[in-house]
């Protein structure tokens, strides 16, 4: 393992205030695997929501989850990243620490906890001094990793995505559910209360949209100067495509997905763009391109594929388009709560069919995006969406799928989400499984018979230990 500080940042000594001397307080540990995660502690720090900067020592630890991390680039080494390091008094590196270990695999062992915890220390220069921690998502590691390691140290979770709107996917254990103390999530649709550890009584607190539209702004500056040199100021692209690669979690295949990404050039053609640009997710395969830009050429649009590692905010905020058109990714959202752009989507329905188990994570951003944006293949576009209601007319939707997602997590909400079918299900059948309808006793499955009862494992041992006692 290697406790090597990733900026020169002065490891080993205490940080000082602007006096000279030692800083008191709680040392803050930020644990972030992506730009805009990282994006997202940058604003929430800015915003005041981890205390005074003069009163903690502040390490933001990056990981790289990439399946050949090796090949990828840290987050603490791309382009704007300057911008956000003056927030934080050191940062390291996950990766090099648990080496050779892959930190979306790795966690330690029980018994090895208070050794873990004593290397960690001893390599950042921690002392005995207090830690909070602030990490991604508690239910997966290295955050799972992590809290284990600090295991009476308070836990700030933090979701900078539409997954924070839905059911926690894992159980957490005791030990670690008391010890979260918020989960901090943007606010891409106000008045919608996310669902995330709600189960366990944590409390929501938004990221002001205005601290991190500030912070997306500050470090998209490069890739401004990226889109001035790719795009030219005239005849810019009026709509933007944002590809996901969905085939990458088993959603859908390549081909489906390419076909995906073909039927956004027709969609945005259709809605009278003649300019357009394509921002591919950065795995996605190039064999994509080829396709869009066949398809853009027999329909007269000019194709721009960006593959530069430009975040879709920088897009939005420069090029100001007219029209995003997308699946069911996050950066849809972002486009109409941060920047006001009129979106719309396409496919969603067979995401609806296709995605397994019900308990899928994936399950509540598609039905977010689904409800809320118009299809771009078959409705009117173009008109920003009314984000104000919406959260509103979401809530109850939200909350019934999550319901059906966990409900063993969530039990009261059922008599909620029996009212909510009872008077809507018709209007909205493509979010619901009969099968699980059924298995909750909910409106629209189907009634159970006396004779599958009967054969149901669970009334059989039932019927099983009384025959038992009688005897």
Known sequence: MSGTDRTDSGAGTAPATAGGAPRRGTTQIFFSATQYAAATVTAALRAGLFGPRAEHRRILVVSNTAAVPEVGTPLDRMAGFERLRPEFDEVRSWNDFI???????????????????????????????????ACESIQAN????????????????????????????????????TRIA??????????????????YGVEPVAVPNESIVEVLAQIGEEGAGILADRVPAAGRPTAVLLGQYL????????D?????HVRMVRAAARAGHRAVLFKPHPSAPS???????????????????????VLAETVFAHLKPELVVGCFSTALMTAAAFYGIPVARVGTELLLDRITPYENSNRIPLTIIDAALPDAERDVTGTPLPLDSLGG?????????GYCM??????????????????????????????????????????VRAEALRRHPAVRKAVKQIRARRR
């Open 393 to 401: 007319t979401l809530g109850p939707l939200v909350r019934t799928v």
């Open 287 to 309: 064999v994509y391109n080829t396709s869009l830009e066949a398809e853009a050429a027999e329909l007269g649009v000019r194709l721009t594929v960006l593959s530069e590692p």
């Open 256 to 260: 489906e997905e390419e076909e995906l």
């Open 406 to 447: 966990q409900s063993r997590k969530h039990p009261g909400l059922h008599p909620e989400a029996a009212a909510w079918l009872g008077a809507h299900l018709a209007e909205y059948p493509r979010y619901f499984k009969k099968r699980r309808l059924t298995a909750l006793r909910l409106p629209g499955g189907s009634p």
């Open 182 to 199: 918020r989960v901090l999530h943007l606010d891409l649709i106000p008045g919608l209360r996310p669902m995330l550890l709600a189960e």
């Open 99 to 133: 080496s050779p270990h892959h930190p979306a695999g790795w966690s330690p062992r029980g018994q090895d906890l208070v050794l873990w915890e004593k290397a960690v220390r001893l390599a950042w220069n921690l002392g005995d001094e207090p830690v909070e921690i």
């Open 142 to 177: 290295p955050s799972r990793a992590v809290a284990d390691i600090f295991a009476d140290s308070p836990i700030h979770v933090y979701a900078d995505g539409l997954m924070s709107y839905g059911p926690t996917r894992n159980r957490i254990p005791h030990n670690m559910s």
């Open 247 to 254: 085939s990458a979690i088993n959603l859908i295949t390549q």
